[in-house]
């Protein structure tokens, strides 16, 4: 998958990703040696992309030894697969070398490689991490080999000693960790070496085909030529074309969207889903931009990823549904966001701020990004045509204070830093024994205080505790962690002397960290305790998951079989369910989930729990959570004959024991993500009989029964509109004077009359609209310039007569005028614009203005 299982890592962007834990030795490998094809993901060359060269999904081959061979073997077994398999051509491959890295060099001369075609390079080259003895960080490091490949034999050979970055494609690394890198760049040899290779499949399968780059390949032909059907134009493979250059960027971005969607990416502001975004969108602009490509095109090119790659990757087939419908949705949202955000930013180019400094802020550059979408390359390339800057230094930080607080309320994850301490130290992975006992026997195997090691804990410090064994569930899956006490044996009551009170459990590599506080004595690691959890929060939470399953299958019977589980919560008090939808659900089909839920609770299914090989699961119709990784054998989770999924979560024994459900909410969590918010047993119970309280509340008010209490408020707002209409009727007639007096009083400007009028308090953007219209139609020919306050703002609007149009007046220019002096923004036709300002103050000083800009257009 592209979704690694490190948290700190956005995408699985090598082949090593996967065996990180082995060369950290974290874990124990089942074999000491393997090899891959491994789907990837780089953004850090993003810009890149477009070259001859530069991929952003690729595929990469590679061969891993965890303390089995070492240098000697990967560098012969290179050499065999190049010359032997591949049957390259000697004088086109060239080799790469740390600088002091002797046996690397004695290794490539006795396989029959010229000295000529070995280069040294320094640790910023040939050193993986690169530069890590000078800068760091500390840890497994080494030396390592790059093989490159001539793309452009045609031309005269490249003198010896002479590196043309342009012509040699580097198709293979071989990474020999064989150091411990200490403090102040000590190396120290492992006691156990690794080796870690990686080959790009699209440049090696270029080399084999005498090609230039990737791009010439049939893995991307297909492509290429599907954007040349819709676009009409010619791709010709030239390196600088900037039409061939997005062809290339629209293919690659194109190809990385439909593999990170198959693997459950999906677009958003934060994260993956970031990344995802904005590769889709740079796929997006380059196509409109330059290829021409008007109308929406995702939808169009995708299903040629699609049919071209499904061999290899059925996933691609199996969520073909999912990818196009998001990239639809994501184009269709992306083409509007270009357009109201391109009007938004040149509000702010206009603003009296802007004009003045030269320079858009990094707050409002990160607000047209977080809360509207729009690009900040985008705002950077339009700035820049009207010779303006972005404080891009104040974007990232304006950005980063978004992400952060975006990220509130979300759990730490644990640093992974004890980790290896603990197995170093022989402690063995905590047992779970928690699906069958809410108590048990435990002995304190570990105490982490402030992320290290120590041996006690005293009354009243907080810290994690690691126990041999324990009934606690660990947060995963959505479901939150158990909490409870740690009591000394026979204790007499819970959480009594030197007892410690559980407050979250989360687990990491197989140890279950129990976070809490000692209340009472000290706690030493090798004490005794009676491990027991807060078995009536347990019940609750198993409510609540088991019903989420529930609802996760009312849903596809309702909504369709497109609706997949995007992410969850299961708390004690709650549940939350992220799904794929791209609409409200209405009222009606909320009533028919509910109803459907409730309906399998009072059937009272039994609910059964087994294990499973993972395809003999799939076979039986089970639900698997889309993106989620699963081993060979799986926990299986089914409800009756109604509900079957994989979950490794705590559950009720039979559906009744949920006792009742009742929808909260449904939202909307992200484009194309609906959530829904919902309680079940006494929390349902007490919010029905809330709502019961209140609707019979609302009958007393209106003097009629709970059954009539809807046709009550339906009259009562007829009853409304029809005097809202009377009162509209009157302010017309109130108005139909104002403007009579207002015509009247138009003055004389160089040629035009001229009317301008400030509102008293309360008049909004519509008011205005429709004074200046009224006004217009009576004085035939002019300009109207009116203003107005309310909420602590103030609005404008303008109407230019077509004739004085002709003679170059425009209210969009007028306006901004107005805005401008009011501290805000706004623009329109040349007939008729709006706009806003933040200080109501201004207001008479703002309509001056604007008559005063007014006159100058027309000549005054």
């Not at 009853?719 to 009162?727: D, F, M, S, Y």
Request: with cysteine; proline share 4%; glycine share 10%.
């Amino acid at each position: 998958s592209l979704v690694p299982d490190d948290p700190t890592l956005l995408f699985t962007s090598a082949g090593m990703v996967q065996f990180k834990p082995y060369f950290l030795g974290t874990q124990t490998p089942p074999r000491n040696s393997v090899a891959t094809a491994q789907k990837c993901l780089r953004t850090t060359d993003v810009e890149d992309v477009g070259d001859t060269s530069h991929c952003t999904f690729f595929e990469m081959l590679g061969n891993f030894s965890f303390g089995d061979y070492f240098k000697a073997e990967a560098i012969a077994w290179a050499w065999e697969f190049l010359f032997d398999v591949l049957k390259l051509d000697l004088e086109r491959i060239r080799v790469t070398i740390y600088k002091d890295d002797e046996e690397a060099f004695r290794l490539w001369r006795e396989m029959g490689m010229p000295e000529r075609k070995i280069f040294r390079f320094d640790e910023d080259s040939n050193y993986w991490p690169a530069s890590v003895i000078s800068q760091g960080p500390n840890g497994p490091c080494g030396p390592c080999s790059e093989i490159f490949f001539d793309t452009q034999a045609h031309l005269p050979p490249t003198p010896d000693g002479v590196w043309d970055v342009n012509r040699w494609l580097e198709i293979w690394n071989l990474v020999f960790t064989q150091f411990d890198r200490g403090d102040g760049g000590a190396l120290t040899p492992l006691p156990k070496k690794n080796i870690d290779t990686g080959m790009g499949l699209e440049r090696t399968a270029a080399a084999l085909a005498d090609l230039r780059g990737p791009f010439e390949t049939d893995l991307f032909a297909p492509l290429l030529r599907g954007l040349e059907r819709l676009s009409g134009l010619t791709y010709t493979s030239h390196d600088d074309d900037r039409k061939d250059i997005a062809f290339r960027r629209v293919a690659d971005h194109v190809r990385a969207a439909a593999f990170c969607l198959a693997d459950g990416v999906l677009p958003s502001n934060i994260g993956r889903g970031y990344v995802l975004r904005r590769i889709m969108r740079r796929a997006i602009l380059a196509g409109r931009n330059t290829l021409g490509l008007e109308k929406p095109f995702l939808t169009e090119i995708l299903p040629v990823v699609i049919e071209h790659r499904r061999g290899d990757y059925p996933e691609l087939e199996q969520q073909r549904d999912t990818i196009l419908r998001y990239a639809e949705q994501e184009e269709r949202q992306f083409r509007r966001t270009l357009a109201s955000g391109t009007a938004r930013l040149n509000a702010i180019l206009d603003s009296g701020a802007v004009r003045q400094s030269g320079i858009v802020s990094g707050a409002d550059a990160a607000d047209l990004f977080t809360t509207h979408g729009f690009p900040v390359e985008m705002t950077t390339e339009l700035a820049a045509e009207r010779g303006i800057a972005v404080d891009m230094a104040g974007y990232e930080q304006a950005y980063a204070a978004h992400v952060a607080a975006s990220s509130v309320g979300e759990r730490e994850v644990f640093v992974e830093s004890v980790v290896p301490e603990l197995r170093a130290r022989g402690i063995r992975p905590t047992l779970f024994v928690g699906y069958s006992e809410h108590r048990t026997s435990a002995e304190v195997a570990a105490i982490v205080k402030d992320g290290r090691l120590v041996e006690s804990a005293d009354e009243g410090e907080t810290v994690q505790v690691v126990l041999d064994q324990t009934p606690f569930y660990a947060e995963a899956g959505g479901q939150v962690g158990d909490t409870g006490w740690l009591s000394p044996p026979g204790s007499p009551s819970i959480g009594g002397g030197g007892g410690f009170t559980v407050s979250d459990t989360q687990k990491d590599s197989g140890y279950w960290f129990h976070s809490g506080t000692v209340t009472g004595g000290a706690l030493r690691v090798g004490d005794p305790v009676d491990a027991v959890i807060d078995a009536g929060r347990r019940a609750n939470i198993q409510r609540n998951h088991t019903v989420t399953h529930l609802l996760h299958k009312a849903l596809q019977d309702v909504l369709g079989p497109h609706v997949q589980q995007r992410g969850s919560l299961v708390a004690p008090d709650r549940l939350r369910f992220d799904f794929s939808h791209d609409r409200a659900m209405t009222g009606d089909q909320i009533r028919q989930v509910e109803g459907q839920v409730n309906e399998k609770i009072l059937d009272d299914l039994p609910v059964s729990v087994f294990e499973k090989p993972i395809d003999e699961a799939r076979n039986m119709g089970a639900m698997m959570l889309f993106g989620e990784k699963y081993g060979d054998v799986v926990r299986v989770v089914q409800i009756g004959d109604y509900s079957l999924e994989f979950c490794g979560g705590t559950h009720l024994r039979h559906a009744s024991q949920a006792g009742l459900f009742k929808i909260v909410s449904e939202s909307s969590s992200q484009a194309g993500v609906r959530r829904i918010e919902a309680v079940t047993g006494k929390s349902a119970l007490v919010r029905t009989l809330d709502q019961e309280r209140i609707l019979q509340e609302i009958a007393g008010t209106l003097k009629t029964s709970p059954v009539n209490a809807l046709a009550s408020v339906e009259k009562l707002q007829g009853e409304l509109k029809a005097r809202e209409r009377e009162l509209a009727a009157l302010q017309r007639a109130a108005a139909g004077g104002q403007v009579e007096r207002l015509a009247a009083e138009a003055r004389q400007a160089d040629g035009f009359r001229l009317v301008r009028h400030a509102l008293g308090e309360g008049a909004d953007a519509d008011a205005l609209r429709t004074l200046a219209d009224e006004l217009l139609n009576r004085l035939g020919s002019g300009v109207v310039i009116l203003g107005g306050t309310g909420g602590g703002k103030v609005s404008f609007a303008v109407k230019v007569s077509k004739d004085l149009v002709g003679r170059g007046l425009k209210a969009g220019d007028i306006v901004k005028e107005a805005a401008r002096v009011a501290g805000g923004g706004g623009g329109g036709r040349p007939d008729f614009a709006q706009a806003g300002g933040r200080d109501p103050a201004k207001l008479a000083e703002a309509l001056e203005a604007a008559e005063q800009r007014a006159i100058e257009m027309g000549g005054g």
